[in-house]
T-cell receptor, first 112, second 111 residues
Framework: GQQLNQSPQSMFIQEGEDVSMNCTSS?????WLWYKQDPGEGPVLLIA?????ELTSNGRLTAQFGITRKDSFLNISASIPSDVGIYFC????????????FGTGTRLKVLA | DAGVIQSPRHEVTEMGQEVTLRCKPI?????LFWYRQTMMRGLELLIY????????DSGMPEDRFSAKMPNASFSTLKIQPSEPRDSAVYFC?????????FGPGTRLTVL
């Protein structure tokens, strides 16, 4: 079945460092969504991508829709302690629908 | 503007009891989704509605689970009878496009 693999699974970084994570699909997507989840809360939408090659920023966050349409990347620049959380990618399970599959998540821990 | 509202935030019940989780989507959103999140299986879509009509319930684990959306501003997810393996965090999300907005979740513990 369709899978979304996120890498890395977890990472510790120092405050101020840049962070990169990625998400790979077994099939082609026409939309990529990136979410962040804080402990005890629901996922919050960070960035939405709709075209292959698209590069979109939201503050210190930048996400890219991979050219192959099977991957996406999220970068966080100059990380701060509140960046701690789990980052999820998501894409449509079936093209043309809003039935989404979520990745396994990247758990980020920032050391002050 | 209020986001997605879920109640209760926490529910502890005993095996065999009926559990009802509630969701109020964001006003104007015509899609509503129910998800379950566990450590083992991550975030799974259970069912979603469009204009109050169930579109895909293939993620509902078994007949003990049912969901309804009687109007545009309210949905329920019911588990009857509940089992310990149903313990998880249940999220409701709503959207009018591909961008889904999640509620804070209901943490369900079945003893």
């Amino acid at each position: 079945g369709q899978q979304l693999n996120q890498s890395p699974q977890s990472m510790f970084i120092q405050e101020g460092e840049d962070v990169s994570m990625n998400c790979t699909s077994s099939s082609i997507f026409n939309t990529w969504l990136w979410y962040k989840q804080d402990p005890g809360e629901g996922p919050v939408l960070l960035i939405a991508l709709y075209k292959a090659g698209e590069l979109t920023s939201n503050g210190r966050l930048t996400a890219q829709f991979g050219i192959t349409r099977k991957d996406s990347f999220l970068n966080i620049s100059a990380s701060i302690p509140s960046d701690v959380g789990i980052y999820f990618c998501a894409g449509p399970f079936t093209s043309g629908t809003y039935k989404y599959i979520f990745g396994t998540g990247t758990r980020l821990k920032v050391l002050a | 503007d209020a986001g997605v509202i879920q109640s209760p935030r926490h529910e502890v019940t005993e095996m065999g009891q009926e559990v009802t989780l509630r969701c109020k989507p964001i006003s104007g959103h015509d899609y509503l989704f129910w998800y379950r999140q566990t450590m083992m299986r991550g975030l799974e879509l259970l069912i979603y509605f469009n204009n109050n009509v169930p579109i895909d319930d293939s993620g509902m684990p078994e007949d003990r689970f049912s969901a309804k959306m009687p109007n545009a501003s309210f949905s329920t997810l019911k588990i009857q009878p509940s089992e310990p393996r149903d313990s998880a965090v249940y999220f409701c999300a709503s959207s009018w496009s591909s961008e889904q907005f999640f509620g804070p979740g209901t943490r369900l513990t079945v003893l």
